[in-house]
């Protein structure tokens, strides 16, 4: 018998790009992470209709569940089908029997309209009960006005902001343009190239750092020990896979200051549990029997969830989805992503 822990938290997802695996190649090789954007992920974000945003959440969640990841901090954006999209991922992952925490990233790439339609969808959802944020894609797509409003309307309802900011150079004017509105209750996706001190302002609020994802992107370190704040680990939509996550973020730390420990980074990992409470409260019991040594599990590959409670409800049963059916799941999903690459 393995050992039990709390169920963990992905502090930074798009469920959305769970479809994206075996895409069509880009019109042209990108060379930026400006491009990367235009040519990879633009372009699927626009694709994208409810249907397929459903099976993406559904298949994402599995995932999580497979993984002992029991709450996912989802940051969505589908520009072509806004309204409702985040009761989709919210019902999704609660028929699969994950928490999640749903926004929408709202932005001016698809002009005015486009950015009142993302407002709307998080205070829709906000509004009517829904667990979640204010969705800001990142400062460099959005006018001075649009980053005013959703600001605004995180403080209204309480809710906070998740936005990515200052992920590449593109975005490095975020701190300058964000620097009036931020505040303690807002998540910083990436923050690579957020200025060192950290302003302090920006000290108060979250950075969910996504190691994997900045190293295949291109753009940079995040330096997330020079963070005098909170930090979580994130995946940016590559799985839920957070002890995947903790050995990379602990090996990256590690190439930048050889006096890191495992127990820094599995420190980040356990700050999930400050943006889902209740994630706390959940039980995974692993293969390993040393599941809780962060000095054990930086170095041992393979460790996966057995059993997996949430709410006292088992949702995971050796290894198996109590709640859905999950090659039902992954042969849906293939579907969808089927009509999804058609349209690329």
């Known amino acids: 018998m393995g050992d039990t822990t709390p169920g963990l938290v992905c502090g930074h997802h798009h469920l959305y790009s769970a479809l994206a695996r075996g895409m069509p190649a880009p019109p042209r090789t990108p060379s930026t992470f400006t491009e ?10 626009v694709a994208l209709d409810l249907e397929m945003i459903r099976w993406s959440a559904m298949l994402g969640a599995l995932e999580a569940l497979e993984c002992g990841t029991t709450a996912i901090v989802d940051h969505h954006e589908g520009p072509s089908a806004i309204e409702g999209s985040l009761d989709v991922i919210s019902q999704a992952c609660a028929e699969v029997g994950v928490r999640v925490r749903c926004c929408y990233g709202v932005t001016d790439r698809h002009g005015p309209d486009g950015a009142r339609r993302g407002l709307l ?13 204010v969705g800001i894609h990142a400062a460099f797509t959005c006018t001075d006005e649009t980053l005013e409003a959703a ?30 509105l931020v505040a303690d209750d807002w998540i910083v996706a990436h923050g690579v190239h957020l200025p060192r001190p950290v302003p302090p302002k920006w000290a108060e609020t979250t950075l969910a ?6 190293m295949n992107n291109g753009v940079g370190y995040a330096r997330p020990r020079s963070w005098p704040g909170r930090v979580v680990l994130g995946s940016d939509g590559i799985g839920a896979d957070m002890l995947e996550e903790y ?3 602990y090996v990256r730390a590690r190439e930048h200051d050889v006096f890191t420990t495992p127990v820094e980074a599995w420190a980040w990992l356990e700050e999930g549990w400050t943006l889902v409470p209740e ?33 006292g409800a088992q949702v995971l049963a050796s290894g198996a ?20 690459f058609e349209r690329l």
Do not use: K
């Open 36 to 45: 990367i954007l235009e040519q990879i992920w633009w372009r699927l974000d």
């Open 121 to 133: 969808e998080n205070e829709r959802f906000l509004r009517a009960g829904g667990a979640g944020m």
């Open 151 to 180: 600001a605004g309307l995180a403080r209204d309802l309480g809710a906070g902001v998740h936005v990515h900011v200052a992920e590449g150079e593109v975005d490095a004017g975020a701190p300058a343009r964000l620097g009036h």
């Open 209 to 214: 750092h996504c190691a994997r994802s900045n």
């Open 247 to 249: 050995r990379i973020a």
């Open 279 to 311: 994630s706390r409260s959940d039980r995974v019991r692993w293969s390993y029997d040393r599941a809780d040594d962060p000095w054990c599990l930086a170095f041992t590959p393979g460790v996966r969830a057995l059993d997996v409670w949430v709410d």
């Open 321 to 340: 989805a109590t709640r859905v059916d999950s090659a039902e799941v992954r042969a849906r999903a293939a579907e969808q992503a089927r009509r999804l």
